[in-house]
């Protein structure tokens, strides 16, 4: 029996079970730096950096606008949650390898034991867990390098990027947008705040500077996960008190979304028709996205010590409570309330993000063209919803498709792996649960547009006659049969 104290054997051998990875089969064309772009060097994009590779296809790189690898992503920026919101066990980034598991590399580091004790993953071990699969693998990511324009040319695309501040040209067949949740839009804002200084309030997107809250009357408005979050560590950095607005009369507790998980629905949803998708998406839109238990606890209660917990005390829920307007007064915030006065020091919106492909200024060349929901398809008048509307009407591999045929032919050639695939796909695009089916399609289809856009060098090379013999004919000479030579009777 073989021992070891390399937590990474496991990961080794099943990488040389697998053998090498393939060479770059891609022609190269004259004036292209890259076959495949892909923006955004976090989970999702270093997942699609080595799945390329095991197809074959070279030439990838991996861009991020982050200061580096820590600053890259959400897990140790702008995610405040103590654990992951998805069940542990979900297939991800090992690509059905699973010594490259997030399971394989905890167990390999702290035990089988250790891992069954687990209920979700910790926020900062999946941090973790990336950046070794990044360096493990050898993917490079080259960060401080920042898309500002995407501009089509014939057969490619000019980046236009920020490169440690300095502006700079590359030229590329294939773009990824692996760029997380504001990839194809942003925060949203509430318009109650919009009036108000800068100073006095952040999205739960920015990184917030919670230690200067101490002392601090804080307003929370949102009542989904990640506002429930900065609550909690709004109220653990020493908040004098948190008040958490929901418009709703009760937090939402459905979680209608999880029901599909299931492989049936899971693999074929894609191919629903057009009104099952969009009720789908709109049916979880009136539920409301759901946080989890713990995320409510830990906002309410200080301490939990069996068999009970000690609450914050000046935690403040507030339901069926939508702000009606919001002033600056003496460098603090009044808000009014349908029947109710507040100040604050300071309001966090833990709002979520709206997705709009034409407010995103790396598009501003061609968004116009790009096909969104409201262009395809026309909801019954019970189920409007003008947010869904503006999401990108994909293709099944991901791509943009033409809001008029033959206007942008190259927009097939930009993927999208982030939420604005929402409302096509049924599920968070870019987060865990969309990895196993939609990475394979989506690098299936760049290596099928790439071998046939070049037919013809591969029909040349797969019809080749310039190629060695395995062997002479001098290797079975002496086995030929030949007919025995008969002697003649007289």
Do not use: C
């Not at 800068?198 to 009542?223: N, P």
């Not at 693999?267 to 839109?285: G, I, V």
């Not at 599920?427 to 547009?449: C, K, M």
């Amino acid at each position: 029996m073989t021992t070891t104290t390399d937590p990474d054997f496991g990961a080794r051998s099943a990488l040389r079970l697998l053998g090498p990875d393939p060479e770059n089969w891609v022609s190269d064309r004259s004036g292209i730096d890259h076959n495949v772009t892909i923006v955004g060097g976090s989970g999702s994009g270093s997942v699609f950096a080595f799945a390329l590779r095991r197809v074959g296809i070279g030439r990838v790189t991996v861009i991020d606008a982050a200061e580096d690898e820590a600053r890259a992503g959400v897990w140790l920026t702008r995610a405040r949650m103590k654990k992951l919101r998805t069940p542990k066990n979900l297939p991800g980034p090992e690509l059905g390898i699973p010594e490259l598991s997030f399971q394989a590399w905890y167990e390999a580091r702290h035990g089988a034991e250790a891992y069954a004790a687990l209920d979700r993953i910790p926020r900062v071990k999946w941090a973790e867990y990336l950046s070794w699969y990044r360096q493990f693998l050898g993917i490079s990511v080259r960060y401080r390098t920042k898309l500002v324009r995407v501009e089509p040319a014939e057969g490619f695309f000019r980046m236009h990027l920020e490169v440690n501040g300095v502006p700079q040209v590359e030229t590329t067949r294939k773009i990824i947008f692996a760029n997380g949740v504001a990839g194809t839009g942003g925060p949203y804002i509430p318009p109650v705040l919009t009036d108000l200084p800068s100073t006095l309030y952040a999205h739960t997107a920015s990184e917030i500077d919670f230690d200067a809250l101490r002392g601090k009357t804080v307003a929370v408005i949102g009542a989904a996960a990640s506002a429930f979050d900065a609550a909690a560590v709004a109220l653990e950095s020493g908040a004098k008190a948190v008040h958490l607005f929901a418009r709703r009369s009760t937090i939402a507790s459905l979680p209608v979304i999880r029901v599909r998980g299931y492989p049936g629905a899971y693999y074929n949803y894609p191919q629903l028709p057009d009104a099952a998708r969009w009720y789908q998406a709109w049916r979880f839109r009136q539920a409301g996205s759901t946080p989890p238990p713990d995320a409510i606890e830990r906002a309410i209660s200080r301490v939990r010590l069996a068999p009970r917990a000690i609450a914050f005390s000046n935690f403040h829920l507030h339901l069926s409570a939508p702000w009606r307007t919001a002033q600056e007064k003496g460098g603090r915030i009044v808000v009014h309330l349908s029947d109710d006065i507040f100040e604050f020091d300071f309001a966090i919106a833990g709002t979520g993000y709206f997705v709009d492909p034409t407010k995103r200024p790396e598009l501003a060349d061609f968004a116009h063209h790009i096909a969104l929901w409201r262009d395809r398809y026309e909801p019954p008048a019970d189920q409007r919803d003008d947010d869904l509307g503006t999401h990108p009407y994909l293709g099944s591999a991901h791509e943009y498709l033409e809001k008029v045929p033959d206007s942008a032919p190259y927009l097939k050639d930009i993927h999208v792996f982030n939420p604005a695939g929402f409302v096509s796909f049924g599920l968070p695009i870019g987060d865990v649960p969309s990895i196993r089916r939609d990475v394979p399609a989506i690098v299936g289809r760049i290596s099928h547009d790439l071998f046939f856009a070049d037919w013809e060098q591969h029909e040349a090379r797969i019809t080749s006659d310039k190629i060695a013999p395995d062997f002479q004919d001098s290797l079975y000479a002496k086995a030929v049969w030949k007919q025995p030579a008969t002697v003649a009777i007289s």
